[in-house]
Structure formats: structure tokens, C-alpha cells
């Protein structure tokens, strides 16, 4: 039977020219479709929003092109600006060196923290970033010291005996750590505290030797005051949290209820009670006629206050890591402290990365409630002698902005590296 011509399928043998796809589905246009005027309620939320915007700046933008910055104080100001827009930044070119240094410490040694704060950025590159030399951790190990002898001066020679009692602490913990590890930490510890003790004494004796000025504590403010904190408190505060983490987990029950205890205590304490711990109450502890440095005392309370916090995020991570993964690490015959340090811990470090990088941000924009026990960070110096004075009592704004882009510029800094890391360390289970 033959077949007919309609019933044949038909196989083009050329093939058709491309053609450009449609304007609305490809470049900006589809963007702004897509996520822009994705329908009604899209719409209008983006009209909204580009209203909002439109007002803010329309009031902003002029405050600050208007704003003069080479005037005397507020009046010549409001003099030049004559009932414009405008804001008096006059205050940041007169009064910086006091908001980034403190009203005391000395202009002629300014270069120190600045120095400490360059020397800052080199020592944290080899810890953050895996694609920094190795190399440089030895100049991250010292960072420490360098900076306490730049900042507060003296002799370099007690920051040379503290940096040895820390080599001796670790040579103590290695070598004990495979019979207890609790007891190697207490031991180390005490070996640190010893040998620090030790070097007051040689810095008595050799007062001269590389010595900078000293510079006392009271002297220092400004927002070197503020990071002097956020830096020394977080990185103090990140071991002792994985140790209260480790503690509270801890099968022996006298150093499991003291983790426990002192947790619960710190997080139901205000920080601001705390900080008025350390500058009256803890005085009335001490031997009459000892001193006890105002910013050790600080650090202390800020240190123990972020520690509780994050130990209670790391034993989140802990918590939720499979129970496989410890006796993983009893069938290949780890101890201890080798199945923590290879195993537990950095599985749990990475699920509490966020959790961590919230305390640590919150911990660095608290360091602001010194100001409240009259030191005279970057808000106390602000709150304190620039606004108590003649010549700029009334500028806010601009003091205020000025404060708000310190802080955000670190913070975000620190918010932009979490997601990096994560991102690196596919945090996400994927």
C-alpha cells in the first residue's frame, strides 16, 4: 500500500538561524522586572522605597556638600552658613586627635598606636587568611608584646620576660597535656602568671633599656581606647569560651558545675554591672595601697562577660555534631585532647562561626559602656570634653556620624569576613 506524502515526518536538514531572545528576558530590563516590578505589590514597594530614599538624600546630601570644616566653633559656623543647610565639621578638623587618641595622651607620641594599629593588620593577615605565608605566625605571636610596649612604653624588656613565661606556659601544657588536660592548663597558666610577675621586677632593674615613654592608662582614650577592648577582649575571650564549653561538658562534676555556674552568673549579669564591679566594688578587695590597672580590671569583666557567651554557642556546635564523630575518635585511640583539637573542635568552630562573629560585634559596640565609669573612649570623649566645651557645645550630628562610621567600618568589616570564612569552610553542609 503506498504511502502517502502528509504521512511522512518531516527532518529539516538545515539549521535555523539563531535569533536574539527577547528584550524584557535578558540584561537590566529583566533584572528590573524580576526583581523591581515583579508585579503589584512589587511595584509599589519599590516606589516606596525609591521615595524614602529620594527624601533621605535630598535632606542629607546637602547637610554635608554646605559642611565647612576649616571654621573656629559652632558660632562662626552659624555665621558663614547663615540659616543654610550645612553641618559643622569644623569639629572633626579641630578636635580628631582627641577623638581618636584621648584629651591626654601625649601629641608627640602619637605614632605608637598608630604604628600598633598598622603592625595590627599584619599580624591578623597569617590568622585569617589561609593564603598568607605561614611564616608570618611567628610575627603574629610577638604582635602582643610589640603592642604593649608601643602603647603604654617603658621598657622593652618586660614585654621580652612576659613573652618568655608564655613559651615556658606552652612547654608546660605540651608536655602534661597527655596526662590531663585540665591540669596542663592550670599549670601553664600559673607558669604564665609567674613568669609575668618576674618581669616587673627586671623591668625595675633595667628601667632604661629600649625604654619608650611610659604612658599611664588614664591617658588613653579616644577610639585607640575602644579597639585597645574590642581586640584584647576578643581574642582573650574566644579560648576561654571553648574552654567553659569544654568544661560544662566535662565528666567530672566539680569543674563541669563551676563552667556551669559561672555561665549562668555572667549572662544574667548586665555588662554595665560588671563594669561597676571593676572600677568600685573590686577595689574594696584588694591589699590598701595596691593599684590595679582601671583598663586590666575592664578587660577582665569584658573578657569574662563575651566568654560566657560564646561558650554557650560553641556547645551549640558541640551539640550538634553526630555522636559518631567522638567514637570516631576513640576507635583510631585518640585521647582527650587530640580528638578535640583534631576532630571535635574544628567541626564545631565552623557551625559556630556566625554565632561567634554576633558576640564578637556586639562585644566591640559595647565597649562604648566605659564611658559610663568615666573613661573616656570615643563616646565618653564626645559626650565629655568636646561637648562640655565653649566652642563646639551644640555640634551632634557630626560628632555622632563620625562615631557611628568608626564603628560600622569595623563591624561590617568583621560581619563581610564571617560570610568569607563560611563561604571558604562551606559551613552550609552542601
Excluded at 389 to 417: K, M, P, R
Aim: proline residues 5%.
Amino acid at each position: 500500500m503506498p504511502v502517502e506524502r502528509s504521512q511522512i515526518a518531516f527532518v529539516r536538514e538545515e539549521q535555523l538561524p539563531e535569533r536574539s531572545p527577547p528584550v524584557l528576558e535578558t540584561g537590566a530590563l529583566k533584572w528590573i522586572r524580576e526583581n523591581l516590578l515583579n508585579g503589584v505589590t512589587g511595584t509599589l514597594l519599590t516606589l516606596v522605597s525609591l521615595y524614602a530614599i529620594y527624601f533621605v538624600l535630598s535632606s542629607v546630601l546637602p547637610w554635608i556638600i554646605n559642611g565647612l570644616w576649616n571654621t573656629n566653633n559652632i558660632r562662626e559656623c552659624k555665621d558663614i552658613l547663615a540659616g543654610m543647610s550645612g553641618g559643622c565639621f569644623s569639629v572633626l578638623s579641630d578636635r580628631w586627635n582627641q577623638l581618636l587618641f584621648g584629651i591626654t595622651y601625649p601629641n608627640d607620641q602619637y605614632w605608637r598606636p598608630s604604628l600598633a594599629f598598622v603592625l595590627l593588620l599584619i599580624a591578623l593577615a597569617p590568622v585569617l587568611f589561609s593564603q598568607v605565608p605561614r611564616q608570618l605566625l611567628v610575627f603574629s605571636a610577638l604582635y602582643p608584646f610589640i603592642a604593649f610596649w608601643l602603647i603604654w612604653g617603658g621598657t622593652i624588656l618586660f614585654s621580652a620576660v612576659a613573652l618568655i613565661g608564655f613559651g615556658v606556659a606552652y612547654m608546660v601544657y605540651s608536655r602534661l597535656v597527655a596526662r590531663s588536660f585540665a591540669v596542663a592548663i592550670v599549670v601553664g597558666l600559673l607558669a604564665a602568671v609567674v613568669t609575668w610577675w618576674l618581669g616587673g621586677f627586671v623591668s625595675d632593674a633595667f628601667p632604661d633599656f629600649a625604654a619608650l615613654e611610659v604612658v599611664a592608662s588614664r591617658d588613653m582614650g579616644g577610639f585607640m581606647l575602644n579597639m585597645i577592648l574590642g581586640v584584647v577582649c576578643v581574642s582573650l575571650s574566644l579560648p576561654l569560651g571553648i574552654l567553659l564549653a569544654l568544661g560544662r561538658q566535662s565528666s567530672m562534676p566539680i569543674i563541669k558545675w563551676i563552667c556551669v555556674v559561672f555561665i549562668e552568673f555572667i549572662r544574667g549579669v548586665p555588662l554595665i554591672t560588671l563594669l561597676f564591679v571593676a572600677n568600685v566594688v573590686l577595689a574594696y578587695f584588694l591589699p590598701p595601697g595596691s593599684n590595679f590597672d582601671l583598663i586590666l580590671r575592664v578587660i577582665i569583666m569584658i573578657t569574662m562577660f563575651a566568654a560566657a557567651y560564646i561558650a554557650e554557642v560553641i556547645r551549640g556546635g558541640l551539640a550538634a555534631l553526630p555522636r559518631g564523630q567522638y567514637e570516631a575518635a576513640d576507635s583510631v585511640g585518640l585521647d582527650y585532647a587530640q580528638s578535640m583539637r583534631l576532630i571535635i573542635l574544628p567541626q564545631a568552630l565552623k557551625i559556630s562561626i556566625p554565632g561567634i562573629v554576633n558576640v564578637a560585634v556586639g562585644l566591640f559596640k559595647d565597649t562604648t559602656l566605659v564611658s559610663v565609669i568615666s573613661m573616656f573612649d570615643l563616646v565618653g570623649m564626645i559626650r565629655g570634653p568636646i561637648l562640655a566645651s565653649t566652642d563646639w557645645n551644640g555640634v551632634y550630628w557630626e560628632l555622632w556620624l563620625f562615631a557611628a562610621v568608626l564603628f560600622f567600618t569595623v563591624c561590617y568589616g568583621i560581619s563581610q569576613y564571617s560570610q568569607w570564612l563560611e563561604r571558604q569552610l562551606t559551613t552550609d553542609h552542601r
